[in-house]
């Protein structure tokens, strides 16, 4: 096989690197501002979260994978974007099919750097505990923050307890891939349950 390019290797930052920069996700970060977190910031921050708990957890965990599948999660997102737990029914339900035709360019895109994809498609199969115990880390960390937060993002956004309940299922089930993460993702969300003034109130 032979080498990248320069060429290519500036190609790598121009269109996988600086776009993931780009995606913005609906997280404000509550220490700088009106900003918000993008994607690589998320995914930097979803590798050292999971790499330091992941041994505390489950010893088992290669840590090296864990961080691997942590840094390429989202990186779809640069065709997909991204859509939060609380987007609109019908961008919901493409979301599954714009990440899988995003894969597929990516493939297409960068074939002479064949570990970027093939590490996502790995991570999508959910085959081994390091895939399934990033997907539950994932999930607990935006919980987490919520909690801390004490329900900051769901009185802006107007979420009140019941459209919370409702529209976290789904998120909730992904969770549970890993149990030893899960076990604190339920932790957090009996402690959300506990505090219903984190919620938005009908008035």
């Known amino acids: 096989m032979s080498k990248p390019t320069i060429a290519d290797l500036e190609k790598l930052i121009r269109e996988i690197i600086f776009p993931f920069y780009q995606i913005e996700r609906t997280v404000p970060l509550r220490f700088a501002p009106r900003r918000y977190e993008n994607d690589a910031e998320h995914s930097w921050s979803l590798a050292l979260f999971a790499c330091a708990l992941a041994p505390r957890v489950d010893p088992k965990l290669d840590v090296g994978k864990v961080a691997q599948f942590a840094i390429v999660h ?38 002479l750097f064949p570990w970027i994809t093939e590490t996502i498609a790995t991570y999508e199969k959910q085959a081994s ?13 935006l919980l987490l923050i919520d909690y801390f937060e004490e329900g900051q993002f ?23 891939r890993h149990p030893g993460a899960f076990a604190y993702y339920d932790e957090i969300w009996n402690l ?7 919620f938005h109130q009908e008035k």
């Open 74 to 111: 989202d990186l779809v997102e640069i065709h997909a974007g991204d859509t939060n737990n609380f987007a609109p029914e019908a961008e919901r339900a493409t979301k599954d099919e714009r990440e899988r035709e995003a894969l597929g360019k990516l493939r297409q895109e960068f074939k």
């Open 129 to 141: 505990a390091e895939a399934r115990f990033v997907k539950s880390v994932d999930k607990l960390i």
């Open 154 to 176: 769901y009185h802006e956004h107007k979420i009140t307890l019941e459209m919370w309940r409702a529209k976290m299922q789904k998120h909730r089930e992904k969770a549970a």
């Open 192 to 198: 959300l349950l506990a505090n219903p003034q984190f």
